[in-house]
């Protein structure tokens, strides 16, 4: 599905990613962790387009996407979501979906004409029933709460209708009961089918709990790989980020 080929990129003389391999398989649901300044952040903005690699590749469906701009990696088949949400924040949760869904058609203007596209309006509403977002067809985005505007950024990229869904700490900033029904949304969407789901988090209760597989990046390389024991226990991801094995297991 997703793979990236030996990812390089400096900013000056600062390596943020250095030769970073992983292959994301279809339909998996995996985590991305590390200490801060691990590169993450980076390693998504390449994925996604908004930087571009020194050197490396990154192939979706065994089409080298690589360099692509953000727009066309997104027709392709990447959707994002950010840790701070990037919303319409004067636009209602529906309009924002329906422009979403108009602007590749180059139909952004008929988003507030007295007929709007029908299918795009079925589409918006699919996605805010997927995300429990219906009941806020109508709110602002900007009134939503921090949760809702988490919410709504995710459908921004699900409502084009993504094969790789990449989730920038779904649950930053959360509290409590939003925690959890985000987790929960996050768990649901993957295990429907049909989307293949990368998170960065640093919530390792999370991680450990839905994550199949698990790469750990420190100092932008590749630490570790493998699944929640196997990373829970391996020594290297302990010295430098879990901490103790007692806190690893906590």
Sequence with gaps: MLKIEH???SFGGVVATSDVSIHFKT???SAVIGPNG???T???NLISGALIPDSGRIILDGEDITGQAS???VRKGIGRAFQVAKLFKTLTV???LRGALMSPLGKSAQMYGRFPLQQTRDRAYEVMEQLGLHTKANVVSGNLSHGDQKLLDMALALVLRPKVLLLDEPVAGMGPEEREQMIETVYSLWKKGGLTVVLIEHDMEIVFRIS???HVLSYGKVLAE???EEIRNNPAVIEAYLGTPREAHA
Aim: net charge negative; hydrophobic share 35%.
């Design 94 to 96: 529906e309009e924002s």
């Design 38 to 40: 691990a590169g993450k």
């Design 7 to 9: 990812l390089n990129k």
């Design 226 to 228: 493998g699944n929640a």
């Design 71 to 73: 727009s066309e990696i």
């Design 212 to 214: 199949q597989h698990i």
């Design 27 to 29: 339909e998996s649901l």
């Design 42 to 44: 980076t390693f998504f």
